[in-house]
């Protein structure tokens, strides 16, 4: 939402009750979920950063971490698939919060496992990507349906500056927590016990808000398709280069930094680094930016991408850790606040072009993106098998980066395939 609402106000209070008017000017299924992200955001660290922590802490296995992410991975788009059935008899927000209370029992498995394996860990690995594929499936319909491509900029800048904001607390206070409450009780692990009753706590909250909205399922129609316009077929280009990036994003940070550092209070204050001059970044990009300059956007997260890659494979010690997390926080916020609009108006163009319920992209979208995780994942267990962790961790990262930049021409020619729609769209209107 490009919005210089009528006033420029001096002086720190005015301007902030000037961006709270802002908010409240927002239609009241946006400003719902937007507290809902808010609320649930304190616990995604726990649930991505910690948990790959607790594995490798306890199985000293970088293989038994990609295990969980692949296991995880795996479930998210074929519980979208179940979704699209799900909807047709049970509302949307019912399956929202189910999700996110998914997050908390998938962590208890894990908890309750006397000794990890590879069995037990892909069990928790699968019901947390149960949790993701009702979480995301049913979050990316309400976002599609609750705005436009005129407000998405501003939806995702603040959505963003939630996130950056709980990413910059959360991460550090549970880490040190972990610490210090395994010390006192002499077990690390009850540190992880407790926090994932925290994790139920947050969810349960998330979901009473969610309640309160009034959000509409999508049509009972089809919604499974294989063939699709060529606008679509190049944006599933740019979700699979997307995803081939996420499992090392959400794996290697804690593998590295329990390699080199070597304890969680530190994971908690590397992940913190940074995020609070991105969060302030982000919201003022998302207030202010136009649909024109995602293009931009998206290609410095890639670049901060890659260039975290090459710093981690040349240093591989703990300063590099550092730089590679510090453009980790940076790059990886662009890239989503800018890959997200992007996905949505492609969807809204394509569906509208081809007369089909919205959710059959969601659905498509996501094997997609899994597509690419699966792939990256591979690589891993491929390179850590057959030559070793090391160099897992050293030169995929920079390998996948460098991939990564071929992005920047995809998402262009996706543009501009965009572009093309609307005018079919217009012509046949």
Known sequence: MHTTANTHPKGLIPRLVNEFRIFQSCSHSMRTLLITNL????????????????????????????????????????????????????????????????????????????????????????????????????RDFLTLESTNNDNRNYYFGLESFFGMMTGLSVPLAVGWFIEGFGRWSGNINRGYQAITVAVFAIAIAASSIIKRGMFLNPPHTRFVF??????????????????????YIVTAPAMLVSRFIGN????????????????????????????????????????????????????????????????????????????????????????????????????????????????????????????SDTVALRYALMVIGLIQMTSIFVVRRVEQNCRLAEKEFKIAS
């Open 39 to 138: 609320v649930y955001s304190l616990a995604m660290p726990i649930v991505y950063m910690f948990i790959s922590a607790y594995i490798m802490r306890n199985s000293a296995s970088a293989s038994m971490v990609v295990t969980y992410q692949l296991a995880s991975y795996t479930g998210i788009p074929f519980t979208f698939l179940l979704n699209g059935f799900l909807l047709r008899v049970l509302p949307i927000k019912t399956l929202y919060a189910i999700g996110m209370l998914l997050s908390g029992i998938s962590m208890t498995i894990m908890m309750a496992l006397p000794t990890l394996n590879v069995i037990g860990v892909g069990i928790a690995g699968l019901v947390m990507g149960v949790s993701f594929g009702l979480y995301w499936a049913n």
């Open 226 to 247: 294989f063939r699709f316009h060529r606008l679509w077929k190049s944006f599933l280009v740019l979700a699979f280069l997307k995803g081939l990036a996420q499992g």
């Open 264 to 387: 969680e209070g530190a994971l908690g204050s590397m992940q913190s680094v940074g995020v609070l001059f991105s969060g302030i970044l982000l919201y003022v990009i998302g207030r202010f930016s136009l649909p024109r300059h995602r293009i931009f956007i998206f290609s410095a997260g890639l670049v901060l991408f890659a260039i975290g890659g090459l710093v981690n494979a040349v240093l591989f010690n703990s300063a590099g850790v550092f730089l590679f997390m510090l453009c980790l926080v940076l790059g990886t916020p662009l890239l989503d606040f800018a890959y997200g609009p992007i996905a949505l108006n492609v969807i809204d163009n394509v569906a509208r072009l081809e007369g089909r319920n919205q959710f059959a992209y969601i659905l498509n979208h996501e094997f997609g993106l899994y597509s690419g995780r699966l792939c990256g994942c591979l690589l891993f267990i491929v390179l850590a098998n057959m030559v």
